[in-house]
């Protein structure tokens, strides 16, 4: 999923200042999913937003709305009853949904309230780490199901660095060395000849080296 | 053994002499007499020189102007390239620009992450990997061809090099890892500073059985201790690095004035138990702005006069 995580309450604060009626939201989707800007996330900036401007003498109206999914035109279509009656929109979406309502709703202002981080898994209740960086031509199956682009701090294809120590990475001693858990997973599979195998340079052009990417699929687009 | 390149580095290990490098750190200005004095100091004990390329991600000096630099005084300069900072393009531009100067050695590396230096804030490029930067330079050299498959008007005359951390986890991947470098296109390997010299000898042994020190010249690479606290800092701060207590506690039980002499004992003594083993090519002394100790240590090793070739 995408993660993504609450922005400063101070600079939300200080996108929405200038206006009276904010329209606040949510997405069902991965934001929901890492309690970031779901349907609950929603009611507790709306309150906090309230309180805040509440202090400083002004009744800021939020209306909150959670869409089932904010980077859909389909469901952003539903934000049309109620646009007309908000000064800006604040979203808690990832920056596909953010782009989303800004797209559909082009005189209408609309600001960031959490910052998008990676493509990720949960590791444990309240922990999330990167996976995926979308190169566009996955590597997993010749590299023991993980991604050295998206867990090596050097994205190196072909093993470790001379920082790797005691299974972690020279950046951190909080940040595992893909390529010791890439070789200890090889090993498991009993596919340690692979690792001598060079990844020749990669074509990057399926990644962010071709530029802004986009899927058309013949057989679904209209 | 014939050579493929104008490299004296070259030349010297085909000769079947043991070959002997150090390193420039090029400074944090734009001075070239802050480079030309340390190679000064130490030309006449070595046969080429690393100059290294913003070692620790500190933003300095480049190593190609530096080269140049060492070039024009006369001395064998090898370029350090990390894929840290530079796409595809700027590394080949960067290695035929060497070239134009002659320098004709280069070491492939990936780099310190850029969260140790002074640009933490920066991006890495990483576009390469060090093992594919020695199939770049070995492709221009050999094919003559650039990566994207053109030809090159006069191709690089590079003698082809790379490191290895003896010491990096997972050791039982040292030796592939070595392995993978030679089939990449090493031909020569400086390693990283050795302290435990059991466990390089250990990875020495390995890399024999597996026939390796007959298709690459390994160079050991050995790094002066200064002081019992330099030692521990090495001990623990420094990533990849193995130094055994006795090491630190043979200085920390040395009286302070005392340590520097101590810590070039300990080096010497590394090279000459080194000497012996089997597959060692040579030395690689990096003697980290102490470069005036480089001749003593090569005098007192027996490694002093550099052969002509």
Not at chain 1, 82 to 91: E, H, K, N, P, Q
Not at chain 1, 102 to 112: G, H, L, M, N, T
Not at chain 2, 278 to 289: D, L, P, Q, R, Y
Request: proline fraction near 5%; aromatic fraction near 4%.
């Amino acid at each position: 999923m995408i993660t993504a995580e609450r922005k400063p309450l101070e600079e939300i604060i200080a996108y929405v200042r200038p206006f009276d009626r904010i329209l606040l939201v949510g997405c069902n989707e991965c934001v929901t999913v890492c309690a970031a800007g779901g349907r609950k996330e929603v009611g507790i900036l709306s309150s906090a937003l309230q309180m805040a401007f509440l202090k400083q003498g002004k009744n800021l109206q939020v209306k909150e709305h959670t869409l089932e999914r904010q980077c859909d035109p389909e469901y952003v279509e539903e934000l049309s009853s109620m646009i007309d009656g908000a000064d800006a929109v604040l979203s808690m979406a990832c920056g596909c949904g953010v782009q989303e309502v800004a797209r559909r709703y082009r005189d209408k202002p609309v600001f960031p309230a959490v910052n998008t981080t990676f493509m990720g898994a949960s590791e444990r209740q309240g922990v999330w780490a990167e996976r995926c960086q979308g190169c566009g031509d996955c590597l997993l199956g010749i590299t023991g199901g993980i991604c050295p682009i998206a867990r090596c701090s050097k994205q190196l294809l072909n093993g470790p660095c001379g920082g790797s120590t005691h299974g972690k990475c020279e950046i951190s001693p909080d940040v595992d060395c893909a390529w010791q858990l890439i070789w200890d997973r090889l090993k498991a599979l009993g596919l340690e000849n692979r690792y001598e195998e060079i990844i020749p340079a990669k074509d990057w052009r399926t990644g962010r080296g071709g530029g802004p990417r986009k899927i058309i699929r013949e057989d679904l687009a209209e | 053994m014939s050579t493929k390149t104008p490299s004296r580095l070259e030349k010297i290990l085909a000769a079947g002499h043991r070959a002997v490098t150090s390193e420039c750190g090029p400074p944090r200005g734009s001075d070239p007499a802050v480079i030309e004095k340390k190679a000064a100091l130490i030309r006449d004990h070595v046969d080429a020189v690393n100059v290294t390329d913003n070692q620790t991600s500190m933003t300095r000096m480049c190593s190609l102007a530096a080269c140049i630099r060492l070039k024009q005084m006369g001395l064998e300069p090898i370029l350090q390239m990390v894929t840290r900072d530079r796409n595809r393009i700027a590394l080949q531009s960067d290695i035929l620009g060497a070239a134009a100067f002659d320098i004709c050695n280069v070491l492939c590396l990936s780099g310190d992450h850029q969260s140790f230096g002074d640009c933490a804030q920066g991006q890495n490029v990483h576009d390469l990997d060090s093992m594919q930067l020695l199939q770049t330079v070995r492709r221009m050299r050999d094919d003559g061809k650039f990566l994207g498959g053109d030809d090159i008007a006069r191709p690089p005359q590079m003698f082809v090099g790379a490191a290895a951390n003896p010491f990096a986890d997972p050791f039982e991947i040292r030796v592939l890892r070595l392995a993978k470098k030679v089939s990449a296109g090493a031909e020569f390997i400086q390693t990283q500073c050795i302290y435990n010299l059991d466990k390089f000898e250990q990875w020495m042994t390995q890399a024999r059985d597996r026939g390796l020190t007959e298709r690459v010249s390994v160079l050991a690479g050995l790094t002066p201790m200064k002081s019992a606290g330099m030692a521990r800092y090495m001990k623990n701060r420094v990533p990849g690095m193995d130094v055994p207590d006795e090491v630190v506690s043979r200085l920390a039980d040395t009286p302070k004035e005392k340590q520097p002499e101590v810590g070039i004992d300990i080096c010497v003594e590394a090279i000459e138990r080194l000497k012996d083993v089997e597959g060692v090519a040579g030395f690689h002394i990096m003697a980290i702005e102490w470069e005036e100790k480089v001749a003593e240590i090569v005098e007192r090793a027996g490694l002093y006069p550099r052969p002509e070739v």
